[in-house]
């Protein structure tokens, strides 16, 4: 099978590409900007035709979370348009389409773990872009799989862990918020995740699915930065603090912990818990310096 990566240049695009050499069952095609923009239909139709593409997992989007509240156009644009592109697309081939979301399509105030078929009530410009995104894919895309993730972090790109890193060995105390409580997610293992999927996908099944991936485990920004100095070593003090001291452009949700309970039983996943992937990321960006 033939399968297309966009947003190859991100932090899921390229901990897929690492896995994507291990793989002697598939075929990945991976593409980002500027030689592929998902909102190009023609330049997308070109590229499936030229690689007989049969499956297209799209790892493009724009996260900006905070900038998407003053520019919507370009955040409507990438995280619902081009998934409508995509799907249409995966139509018009009968391949399967796999959209990355997030869990920024709830509002947060649940107290309990959501799972997929909890009503999405986003609070953001980019929760409100990330849903219409997936309504044009259930809409439009006959076979797909959407699968939601939270506070993905990697070697790759921006992202929680290397602020903290980066902050830890440059200051004596740090101020991390303590009440928003999600699930951090190594990009690695939700990479291993979809190429596991993709390896016991039946293309002659229409599948019309939506998931939640995340690692297990439950903490706040806090207990996540606390976890980094401490495997790190490093001297920063980590100082908890409320959310309303930080007030941000964009509404975070105060609880975003996913219920993965339906993945792990479709697909035979085993997920690690957040501090051991939080370790094993450590490890590997400490192996790749090393070399």
């Known amino acids: 099978m033939n399968i297309l ?8 695009g390229s901990e897929l590409q690492e896995l994507a050499d291990c793989s002697d069952r598939h075929h990945y095609f991976f593409y ?6 998902i909102t190009d239909p023609d330049r997308l139709d ?82 409100i872009s990330k849903w219409e995104g997936e309504e044009a894919v259930r809409r439009i895309a006959p076979s797909h799989m959407i699968i939601r993730t939270s506070w993905l972090y990697s070697p790759y790109g921006s992202n929680f862990v290397k602020t903290m890193l980066r902050l830890g060995a440059e200051r004596l105390g740090l101020n991390v918020v303590f009440d928003q409580v999600g699930t951090p997610t190594r990009a690695a293992d939700l990479a ?16 019309a699915e939506t998931y939640h991936y995340s690692n297990e485990g439950v903490c706040s920004w806090y207990d996540f930065a606390e976890a980094i100095m401490e495997l790190e070593e490093l001297p920063c003090r980590v100082l908890p603090v409320e959310g309303t001291e930080y007030p941000t452009l964009a509404r975070r949700p105060n609880y975003s912990v996913l219920n993965k309970s339906a993945i792990k039983k479709a697909w035979r996943l085993e997920i690690p818990h ?18």
């Open 5 to 12: 990566v966009t947003g190859s240049k991100g932090q899921l």
């Open 32 to 37: 980002d900007l500027p030689d592929l923009d």
């Open 46 to 127: 070109s590229i499936c035709r030229t690689h007989s593409i049969s499956a297209i997992v799209n790892c493009a989007a724009y996260t900006a979370v905070d900038k998407a509240e003053s520019d919507s156009a370009a955040a409507f644009l990438v995280n619902r348009d081009g998934p409508a592109v995509l799907a249409r697309c995966a139509r018009e081939r009968n391949a399967l389409l796999v959209h990355i979301s997030t869990d920024y399509v709830f509002n947060g105030e649940s107290s309990t773990p959501y799972r997929e078929s909890d009503p999405a009530s986003p609070a953001s410009v980019y929760g």
């Open 192 to 207: 291993a995740a979809i190429v596991s999927i993709l390896a016991q996908y039946d293309p002659q099944h229409t599948y």
């Open 274 to 291: 957040w501090r051991t992937s939080l370790r094993a990321m450590l490890e590997d960006m400490h192996h790749v310096a090393k070399e």
